[in-house]
């Protein structure tokens, strides 16, 4: 949606999804900012790694 919409239009539905991770997940989200890449959703494209490497989350 955000290369048809642009990311300004989900920025929303990006925090929201932030916001619904597990404690668990924000950590593994720190980590990936910090270089880790030992998680599937880290090497795969998915939402998350989208919303993450484009800081849609803050």
């Known amino acids: 949606m ?3 919409l642009g ?9 929201q999804i932030y ?4 404690d ?3 950590e593994q989200v720190i980590q990936y900012q910090n270089g880790a ?3 599937s959703w880290m090497l795969n494209r ?3 790694k989208y919303i ?3 800081n ?3």
């Not at 990311?7 to 925090?15: G, H, W």
């Not at 916001?19 to 597990?22: I, V």
């Open 37 to 39: 890449r030992n998680k």
């Open 19 to 22: 916001e619904g991770l597990s």
């Open 7 to 15: 990311q300004e239009i989900i920025k929303d539905k990006a925090q």
């Open 46 to 48: 998915c939402n998350l």
């Open 52 to 54: 993450v490497d484009n």
């Open 56 to 58: 849609l989350f803050h």
């Open 24 to 26: 668990e997940c924000k």
């Open 2 to 4: 955000a290369d048809n």
